[in-house]
């Protein structure tokens, strides 16, 4: 069983709609939680980290974290055409290092 | 500005032709990094220093080897290049390596094997 998993996708939303980009991850042991974007040929930037249940907002990116359902999401709002591009997810248990997800390609249509 | 700085950005090498691919930090940074990343897949972890300390993922391949000679300066050598090592490598940075620190990533080294 894969650690962190996520639909590869692409997933294509209008612009301006809202972006559902999900992931789920095996060890119920897992403490933070990252969201990073990619362009293509770049390095990941970090977007957000969230470390409890429920939801963390941050301008148009929410990170949603539901530890119970092993599920952590990221809704961006008013997507826009320069939000497209590779969502990854990453987890980390204590003092071991981040295992990502092999991450989400969003297209967003203008 | 404080960064993470790879160089080379991109290196072409020969079949069996070894490579080394460097990474210096101006972040003051106790941990250092170096994830391969290859097309369309997650960033896979090869190693990773904690100050002087030095971790080896147990599935990163012996052709695969790490130096860090002070706090701002790692290396990843490849000893004999192999077509399938063809990946951008990641070098990242963080401050501790607990659950709460971020990893500063540098722009990727892109290497090509003929």
């Known amino acids: 069983q894969k650690e962190v998993e996520q639909n590869s996708g692409p997933l294509s939303v209008p612009e301006g709609a809202i972006a559902s980009l999900n992931c789920t991850y095996s060890d119920r042991g897992s403490q933070s939680f990252f969201w990073y974007r990619q362009y293509s040929g770049k390095s990941p930037e970090l977007i957000m980290f969230?470390?409890?249940?429920g939801d963390k907002e941050d301008g148009r990116f929410t990170a949603q974290l539901n530890k119970a359902s092993q599920y952590v999401s990221l809704l961006i709002r008013d997507s826009q055409p320069s939000d497209s591009a590779t969502y990854l997810c990453?987890?980390?248990?204590?003092?071991?290092?981040?295992?990502f997800g092999k991450g989400t390609r969003l297209s967003v249509i203008a | 500005d404080a960064m993470v700085i790879q160089n080379p950005r991109y290196q072409v090498t020969q079949f069996g032709k070894p490579v080394t691919l460097s990474c210096s930090q101006t972040l003051n940074h106790n941990v250092m990094y170096w994830y391969q990343q290859k097309s369309s897949q997650a960033p896979k972890l090869l190693f990773h220093?904690?100050?002087?300390?030095?971790?080896n993922e147990a599935d990163t391949p012996d052709n695969f080897q790490s130096r860090r000679p002070n706090t701002s300066f790692c290396f990843l050598d490849i000893r004999s290049p192999g077509l399938g090592d063809a990946a951008m490598y990641l070098c990242a940075t963080s401050y501790g390596d607990s659950g709460a620190n971020v990893l500063t990533f540098g722009a990727g080294s892109r290497l090509t094997v003929l």
């Open positions: 969230i470390y409890s249940n």
């Open positions: 220093y904690y100050d002087k300390d030095f971790n």
């Open positions: 990453a987890v980390i248990r204590g003092n071991t290092p981040l295992v």
